[in-house]
């Protein structure tokens, strides 16, 4: 079997990120979720961006029903979690930046298109924790 | 039960409890059987953003009308807001520790900040703005909020 089509067979949990264009938590979200399926879980981890499952795209919706999924919201309005329930998704976890922030408050996040370095680590420490719920899920998946 | 004076700017509804006074800053006092409990408006909590951190001056504390009573850590902003009373802190609300998005939840009632008792409420409340004053004021100050988007 080609390389190609064993990562085809693996399992992955699919990201969602916000959208949320100009908004410092906003940003926090996208940062953790490219360090999760780029540097932390690329094997196991895939992001389908929110834009795309708002648009309706065929792809989009399919992959977050079709695989568990994690939301990083990034305010209250919780965009992405709806946004995969209403797309037939199955949410196994989502993540709010202002709570992760509260376990971290030293990690003040600061800037827009450019995290401050609070931001940044704030982000990844967000991406650690989702990383585990991946593990966790690509386990249980194998289990069951 | 709470009544409320309500209005519509922009996309946004605000609401002002008509059972309480309320500092310029849109910190509310409500008298209950000769302590005050403080707190903030809705205007405040919708104008600065979701709260991350609440820090209020402990139990036991004194303070003079004007003086700092609490600093909000929002996703916005840090803001410090002062007491609306003269007196000394006797309770503050548990909730602000470890969830203190109860003050965007219900800034009213269980987002409540502090239990003060006051040295001169009456005098207190002549210093404030009653609920009428207080909405004029909110809309004015966000129609202004609406122009700048």
Redesign the interface.
């Known amino acids: 079997m080609s390389k190609k089509l064993k990562n085809i067979d693996k399992p992955k949990v699919v990201i969602v990120p916000c959208s949320g264009i100009g908004k410092?938590?906003g940003t926090v979200s996208r940062e953790a979720a490219y360090n999760l399926i780029e540097d932390l879980r690329p094997e196991t981890a895939q992001l389908v961006p929110l834009s795309l499952l708002v648009l309706g795209d065929k792809n989009a919706r399919q992959a977050v029903s079709g695989s568990p999924t994690i939301t990083i919201d990034g305010?209250?309005l919780a965009c992405a979690t709806k946004m995969v329930q209403e797309s037939g998704g199955n949410v196994a976890q989502d993540f709010a930046v202002?709570d992760v922030?509260?376990r971290y408050?030293q990690l003040k996040p600061q800037g827009i298109a450019n995290l401050n370095e609070g931001g940044e680590l704030l982000a990844h420490a967000l991406a650690e924790e989702a990383a585990e719920v991946v593990d966790q899920l690509i386990a249980g998946g194998q289990n069951g | 039960m709470t009544e409320f004076l309500e209005t519509t700017v922009d996309k946004f509804i605000f609401r002002v409890a008509t059972d309480r006074f309320y500092n310029g800053e849109g910190v509310w006092a409500k008298e209950e059987n000769g302590r005050v409990r403080i707190g903030l408006s809705d205007f405040v909590q919708q104008r600065s953003g979701d709260v991350a951190f609440a820090e209020i001056k402990p139990v036991g504390t004194l303070l003079a009308l004007g003086d700092e009573l609490a600093v909000i850590e929002t996703i916005k902003v840090n803001i410090a807001f002062t007491s609306p009373v003269t007196g000394k802190v006797i309770e503050v609300n548990p909730a602000m520790n470890d969830a203190p998005e109860a003050i965007n939840q219900d800034p009213f009632g269980e987002g409540w900040l502090a239990v003060i008792e006051p040295i001169d409420w009456t005098a207190d409340q002549t210093r404030l703005l009653d609920p009428q004053a207080y909405f004029i004021r909110m809309k004015t100050e966000a129609e202004e909020e609406a122009k700048k988007l």
């Open positions: 410092t938590y305010c209250k202002l922030y509260r408050r």
